[in-house]
């Protein structure tokens, strides 16, 4: 069984800058995709961004030229890097693995944005 553990989440003021890490543990799998999810109070589950295998990427248009997201494959890891943040970034943000033929989801972590 994956487990997906995210970290790096916190109290943030608008204009400022956070790094979200998610692992995946165990081994002997392939990762197909990594992704980052958030969700807002009252909103819907919202995709961020998307790390393939394949070094390719999907950005979201909300946060693009401000997020950035980077798989790891030697250590399991996708990284969520972003800038300028406003005070709408704020949500739980949750780390999904795409490790066929499952799919996996992480705890999720909050991120506030202060004004």
């Known amino acids: 069984q994956v487990q997906l553990v995210e970290s790096g989440g916190g109290l943030v003021q608008a204009g400022g800058s956070l790094r979200l890490s998610c692992v995946a543990s165990?081994?002997?799998?392939?990762?197909?995709?990594m992704s980052w999810y958030r969700q807002a109070p009252g909103k819907e589950r919202e995709l961020v961004a998307r790390?393939?295998?394949?070094?390719?990427?999907d950005i979201a248009y909300s946060v693009r030229g401000r997020a950035t997201v980077s798989l790891e494959r030697a250590k399991n890891t996708v990284y969520l890097q972003m800038n300028s943040l406003k005070p709408e970034d704020t949500a739980v943000y949750y780390c999904?693995?795409?490790?066929?033929?499952?799919?996996?989801w992480g705890q999720g972590i909050q991120v506030t944005v202060s004004s």
């Open positions: 790390a393939y295998a394949s070094s390719s990427t």
């Open positions: 999904n693995a795409d490790i066929y033929p499952n799919n996996y």
């Open positions: 165990g081994s002997g799998y392939s990762i197909t995709a």
